[in-house]
């Protein structure tokens, strides 16, 4: 096997690459977060980089055009390098930074006092032994501990045993104890001599497909000192969690390389974390992580192949907690780590976190939780009942599968609005910059708008039209041209095809369809909806009026949405803070019925027919039946 | 710091000594085994060995003689080499491979069947997955567990979880679980696929002072694979549990060397029982282990220094179990490691065990459970109460102390009797070998025989006789000759001095004063004892009528008078093979009421009166009152 180099530019790493292995592998082994949203497939062509000199073996040139071709340009996960070889990797290629939803929605930010923190530390005062009362040692401490705290029958490590009778005497009979649950039960994870005792702190995670938050908050007052977030280092083995799963079984030591690369991302957030609040890595004793099922999975290092595989059946959805050591975490060894409970394989803790938040399920009134990404995750329900599903919305919303869409991140079109007869154009961007591509909220914005200034059908297609320089036949595709080259960041036009509003109605349609088969399933009308709560970073910058005009979202009065923000982390942070908090998310996750939505025809009939704008029915949209342009 | 090499012979092994090492020192780390009855304190002189060449400075040399100074002795514990040294060390200075008491009385061999043993296998045939039916792996196994076990929401290791999909498809949904009970929690602690599961093994522990024992027990069938017992390494750091304790603690890493020693001891046994049986390592599955309580602190390198200092407070009494990776145990490394509840200071989970196996627990008459070592437990009561202490009767029956003292090996006297006016002497050694020294039970024998022959008087005092040969005074102290140096297998007398015997009447002082101090402390009479339990190596041999006789044991019929044996391991293989021994254990621990000796003047009262053969106070001994020599 012949071993080769590669210089990556322009960060001037050197890093060897054995002949089986493409550049996008020597790019994650370098530390290089390279765009992969199809996990080295082939098929997205977001890992172009440039060839600057040397040889290789390419398997596939992917959507890549003559052009690029001859500019040098290559897709990192289909060549081989076969000689040494320099390769700049352009900042279009790099996973960026980009807007991570670290906190709840304004409107939503109840605040969090901690009532009974999942770890905490007591102070006691034990008896002094004499002839008299020769108790040992740890019945001592344990019968203080019952008067005080009602704990009865610990667990507790051997090493703490081990040093106990010096902790005792040194502390004169005085001991601070760090008590943590695992889930009920109580363990004793540390004991300090004396009541002078170190801070504590905790940790709520939000573990998402893209990006990961992180709070870091003082058990003791409930207060969060900082929250930090980043996009998930995974997203180099894919954009979606199919991708996530196929490649950590397909690929040796897959699982292990996913398990570490999520564990870095978490350990990166901890640094920055602890560094700006001046908090010791060691007096962080507890975690707590909402995330979707496969990300539990390869958080834990736990195999996740049948969730993608009919039946779609996970490992398991509850946990008992584990340690920080077990994961290598950067936090107190002992360190107790708490996922909160999934309910299937597409509806994870994540979602539980989120219904927690919202308190639907101790309402009388029905109420709708909807988290839209690469899946529409919803909860429909009250305090009597609860149903869920998840429908595959597909990546469209996160840019996934579309020409020139992208993240929420600088520079992507986040509104836009296309004038009728003119067909002027006036767009937003995250970050007031120049336009370089279109995210999730602004392309629903886009579908709303083409049809409102009659660029297309209820059916996504393109009218005739008088001649406009915005729309153009281009390869035999039509598509309107949102940014002309000369406006644009990038160079060349932001458009929007034929084939990208095809997809987007698919999405849209998922997402509804799901909304449509819960209600049938339990025989309610969507008047019955009293409240619609929006999850997700997606969620933030949505144009609820567009979402509804294409039919995306239910056809309810403005008012009854309410935007919740990152709810998963909040979730996670509840459960941190309140044990009663934990104990309601595991009887919510039991609670919620799942509805699974490939059985039967209810899904696939109601999909079919919300791939119109708004809906074949539209009966189902009152509000917008006659503003529309009757097309 | 100078290093010089010491060779021992005839081992020929040669190792590196610093120059603050003694030779005792160098042995340990040689693994030789060499006897240290004081721990190297330089007292007991029984580390004796001869320099063959080299230079050393000498810190003490003890009970030498001049004549075995000239001839090269040395005692290795007071022996630090200044240069490269050839030391031999004699036979007699080596701990040898002695009887040991593996198993238990046979008239009170009562079989155990595996009731609930703390480790099962259980076969499972769980429902395959479907659309219909997508519950997690994990609740699909927990809920046929709960089915077909009763257990309820069991503990289970990550890595266990992590294989969990695999596994369950493996069987084809059949699987085998092993469960293993942690003090009334369940945990699975590893699943097979199918049912086609390997056999599984336990081992009960006798960790003594002085040996240790171990049974190898098939968990399936309740069956004895195999006994093996040998000594207690840790004997090199002294022959009791104080000099252990205090090696312990002053010395540098003292109580890990302590651990690892006893584990080494363990270790050794394993192997001998796994290789004779062909059982592999990894299907020792679960461990008891019953031992005093600064074994137990020992054996799991708990701080044991306040067992030894007033007011005698132990670290615990009882512990959750912990797992053979905990102590490098060699057995499957989740093997869980189960230590018997202790009581106090001095009356540990061997007791305990002990206490158990009698039932004395159970019964309406009252009974009294001794197990007479270097300290005396015993555990007086019935059905409705109980109590125990402990007396210190010192190293004497274990032959500690007593010149000729030596323990039940090859060539100790077992029994002997004085011909009164001859003073001849009949005497039986272990293995009919020629006679080296005398054992626990000679000890008694020689007492009572004395006594009766009238050598000595009732406080232990030679009398004035017609001159014989057997009676001498050497170095200025009286003495009896019982072997003559062309008889004994040493080549010199064996003897008995007025020294030993007033420290054998110590010793059998403290015993019998420990169970008339509980007797008076629940207010009844020596009669009242229906029946008395001898347990213990010690108690093998013993000559009941003679430790009556010498005031040792109560004057009670011999009928009432049983020899249960090892009742440490027999306890603890209770506890392996039925939960309901464990939890009986538990409650027995916490049942027994310990009366501390040294509070108040009850015990010393007793003592004193007890320093005559047979005691103070002769109707208490009413069977020999009259037959005794009424010197």
Redesign the interface.
């Known amino acids: 096997m012949s071993t080769n180099k590669v210089r990556f530019l322009p960060d001037d790493i050197t890093i060897a690459v054995e002949s089986h292995e493409t550049i996008l592998d020597a790019a994650v082994r370098a530390g290089i977060a390279v765009k992969s949203s199809c996990g080295g497939a082939g098929t997205c062509s977001r890992c172009r980089v440039i060839t600057k000199s040397g040889q290789a073996r390419v398997n596939s040139t992917g959507k890549l055009t003559e052009e690029e071709l001859a500019r040098g340009y290559a897709l990192a996960c289909q060549t081989y390098p076969q000689s040494d070889m320099e390769i700049e990797i352009p900042e279009t290629s790099r996973l960026a930074a980009h807007q991570v939803l670290t906190s709840q929605g304004q409107e939503f930010d109840q605040s969090i006092t901690p009532t009974e923190p999942l770890f905490k530390k007591i102070k006691l005062q034990l008896l002094e ?11 001592r401490l344990y019968s203080e501990l019952n008067k005080m705290a009602e704990v009865d029958s610990p ?2 490590d ?1 090493e703490i ?6 902790t005792v ?1 040194k502390g004169n009979w005085k001991v601070t104890v760090s008590l943590a649950d695992i889930k009920g039960r109580t363990e004793i994870v540390n004991i300090e001599p004396g009541w002078d005792y170190k801070k504590y702190y905790g940790l709520a995670l939000d573990i998402g497909t893209t990006t990961v938050v992180a709070h870091l908050v003082d058990l003791e007052s409930g207060e969060s000192l900082g929250v930090e977030g980043t996009y998930n280092k995974q997203a180099v083995f894919g954009d979606d969690v199919i991708s996530r799963i196929i490649y950590a079984v397909e690929h040796k030591k897959g699982l292990e390389q996913m398990q570490t690369t999520i564990i870095t991302t978490i350990n990166e957030l901890i640094d920055n974390l602890v560094e700006g609040s001046h908090v010791d890595h060691n007096d962080i004793w507890y975690i707590t992580c909402a995330a979707n099922t496969t990300m539990t999975h390869l958080f ?4 996740p ?2 969730i993608r595989l ?11 907690p ?1 340690t920080a050591a ?1 994961l290598s975490i950067k936090a107190n060894p002992k360190a107790r780590i708490y996922c909160l409970p999934g309910i ?2 597409y509806v994870g803790g994540d979602i539980t976190a989120g219904v927690e938040v919202t308190g639907i399920d101790k309402q009388d009134d029905i109420n709708l939780f909807i988290d839209v990404g690469t899946n529409g995750e919803m909860v429909l329900g009250n305090s009597e009942w609860l149903v869920a599903c998840a429908c595959s919305a597909g990546p469209a919303f996160e840019g996934g599968g579309i020409a020139y869409g992208m993240r929420a991140m600088d520079g992507a079109i986040e509104h836009i609005r296309v004038t009728p007869g003119t067909l002027d154009v006036y767009w937003e961007t995250v970050g007031n910059k120049k336009p370089v591509g279109i995210c999730g909220s602004g392309l629903i914005d886009c579908i709303s708008t083409l049809r409102e200034a009659g660029v297309i059908d209820r059916t996504g297609n393109f009218l005739p039209l008088p001649a406009n320089e915005r729309v153009q036949i281009i390869d035999g595709e039509k598509l309107f041209i949102l940014v002309p080259a000369e406006e644009s960041g990038t160079g060349t036009d932001i458009t929007i095809s034929q084939t990208d509003i095809k997809d987007l109605i698919r999405s849209k349609a998922a997402v509804f369809a799901g909304v449509q088969t819960m209600l049938k399933t339990v025989g309610l009308p969507v008047e019955a909806i009293e409240r619609v709560y929006i999850a997700g970073g997606f969620g933030r910058y949505i144009n609820l009026h567009d979402a509804i005009n294409i039919g995306m979202f239910p056809d309810l009065p403005l008012e009854r949405y309410k935007y919740i923000g990152n709810s998963s982390v909040k979730g996670a942070k509840m459960a941190l803070l309140s044990k009663e908090a934990r104990r309601e998310a595991e009887k919510l996750a039991e609670k919620i019925t ?1 509805i ?1 939505l ?2 039967g025809n209810d899904f696939m009939e109601e999909f079919v027919s919300a791939l119109f704008i708004p809906h074949t029915n539209v009966d189902l949209f009152p509000s917008i039946n006659q503003a529309c342009n009757p097309v």
């Open positions: 032994p004499s002839l008299d009362d020769h108790v040992d040692d740890m019945s667990c507790i051997l045993i081990q040093k106990l009778p010096q005497r834990l290092g736990i195999d192949e049948y009919e039946p779609y059946v996970p490992a398991f959805n509850s946990i008992n584990i077990d299937a394989s799942y699974e490939s059985i």
